[in-house]
């Protein structure tokens, strides 16, 4: 079996070239969709993602966003690009019941915490 530290890398590339492959017929990314989806607020919560000014400002050209958040333009993408996303999650969940989803994800959590406090 191999380790944890492999199937998470391997995971995370998979589904970051996954996603951009989704997206990509929008010319986005996975970090434009994560901006779309905190309502254009890149706070604390995408602030591991380093630095996206060049992601706000592909958004801001569009017309999808501008200093109040979301535009009506951004609103429709959004919902447009949130039916896609929650297709691609169920694809990549099937066969996962709620309760493994949720324990994986509580196991990933306590394992960044322990490392957290190093």
């Known amino acids: ?5 492999f199937w998470f890398a391997h995971l995370h590339q998979a589904l970051e ?3 951009d492959h ?3 017929a ?3 990314t996975r970090r434009h969709w994560q901006v779309l989806n905190t309502g ?3 706070d604390e919560a995408l602030k591991p993602f380093g630095d996206l ?4 400002a592909d958004l801001r050209l569009r017309d999808w966003i501008d200093e109040d958040g979301l535009t009506e333009t951004g609103r429709a993408a959004h919902l447009r690009l949130k039916t896609k996303i929650g297709e691609f999650r169920s694809r990549v969940t099937e ?3 709620e309760d493994e989803y949720r324990t994986t994800v509580g196991v ?3 394992m960044a915490a322990n490392l957290a406090r190093e």
């Not at 000014?53 to 706000?56: D, H, S, V």
Request: charged share 20%; aromatic share 0%; no cysteine.
């Open 22 to 24: 989704l997206l990509a």
């Open 17 to 19: 070239s996954s996603l």
């Open 53 to 56: 000014r060049e992601t706000l």
């Open 26 to 28: 929008e010319s986005l």
């Open 40 to 42: 254009a607020s890149p």
């Open 95 to 97: 066969g996962i019941s």
């Open 1 to 5: 079996m191999k380790p944890i530290g």
């Open 108 to 110: 990933l959590e306590r």
